[in-house]
């Protein structure tokens, strides 16, 4: 039903006098017509464009077609840049940079006469970051995943993001492929707009914008040149005009039931780690009280039903055309694992959505009976190493590693790790311990937690060791990786505290991670542990690392959490 009450727009072009000029005249030096100031929905179209994020860079097309929806119905469309993050092309890593775009997109909406607004996102970092700031602010909003990219074909083969490249440059390290071959595979990988289309970060981000309700059904899988992405951006042009009419906040949708829904959905599509992280800092931002022993309860008993990279051969191209997330959701209705009254974007529940789902490739989506890996979702370990948690996900492991016993081989840095490397002659019972990875360590939590082997296992045929860190793994990685151990090296975190040698316990099944030294040892060693000098002292860096919440947390700034919501009471003259 239409809300009666007076638009947040009106406040700036609803008025009279010098105000109403300022706030008007300006805008209408592009030929903005008198008339499109009358009261009707200003929808903000925050884009995500940029050259230096390729994930994003069909944007333009996707907003035009976000603007002819929101014409369509009726609405007064604005589109606004904010800071871009590209995975591939950031350093020292676009996770260091999410938190500051948040504050970026949170500002540009509370700041502006935008009543409602569409998110365009892709590439990892984009989806979190927009859905943050978007947070904070708790307007009516609308995301729109850019899609994935066509699939990679290189010799016959299918050749996926990422997780192609990991095993491209493994096998070019043990001799197995020669230089030319190496480039040519990286020609083939990337060959359309959109992002990286294994079931990595942006696919799983894209699921679960899909999921959270947030996003138009169909969101995570229709490829990003596909025309019925396109599709997608129109309707939630035309969609978000209805929003702000019924005045559904974002909060209405972003609700304790979607989260707990969104996680079961990562575990049925075998989705990123990073999922966590990102799920609990944009609950703690909109209000939702969530942790980690959520994720590790609501996974339980959840299969994985997609067999895609990184952990299965399909990718996000042959997804969608057996029918996408609706298919997931819908076999997640049926076990009882879906909250089936949870409100999405487009007026309808999830159930509503997604229950008529049809599956038409039964071998890329498996049935809940017959899952492509059991049991699976996001374990959260705890032990002496990390008492404040650390994840495993299980469905990227060797199983035979996900319970082990091994000596620690220690790098104290990310530096350590290349310089030692290739000369390593370890075997393959041995544990390998990263540290000064983590928010404040590296700083932003790099993807490094999937350290490569050294070359002499890999020319054995050992393709994986447990590995474990403080760092993030790229969405597209896979192996036996212990991530977001925390507290972090950096803050004190015992991780800090191992030693070359020392024996370290692994049990997935008893969510167990343990440091086999004494207390009056590891007292010992704390005494004598220095904190690493922070690698930068000034700007933003700085700020980063005087604020970042550890993983547990979300690895949020400490003054972002919460929201402030919209108003805004003094005027700019
Ligand atoms: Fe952008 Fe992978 S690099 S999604």
Redesign the pocket.
Known sequence: MASKKKRRSAEWFGREGKMGFIYRSWVKNRGVPHDQFDGRPVIGICNTYSEL???NSHFRTLAEHVKAGVLEAGGFPLEFPVMSL???LLRPTAMLYRNLASMDVEESIRGNPIDGVVLLM???KTTPSLLMGASSVDLPTIGVSGGPMLSGWYRGERIG??TNTWSLSEDLRAGKITREEFHEAETCMHRSHG??MTM???STMASMVEALGVGMPGNAAYPAVDARRNVIARMAGRRIVELVKEDVKLSQILTRKAFENAIRVNAAIGGSTNAVIHLIAIARRIGVKLDLEDWDRLGRGVHTLVNLMPNGKYLMEDFCYAGGLPVVIRELGEQGLIDKDALTANGATIWENNREARNDNPDVIMPFAKPFKRDTGIAVLRGNLCPDGAIIKPSAATPKLMKHKGRAVVFENIEDFHRRIDDLDIDASAVMVLKNCGPRGYPGMAEVGNMPLPEKLLKKGITDVVRISDARMSG?AYGTVVLHAAPEAAAGGPLALVREGDLIELDVSKRKLHLHVSDEELEKRRKAWKPPKPPMQRGYWKLYVDHVNQASEGADLDFLVGKSGSDVPRDNH
């Open positions: 994020t390729p994930c590209g995975e591939a892709g590439c990892d993001s990422g992002h990286c990595g970060t942006a597209t």
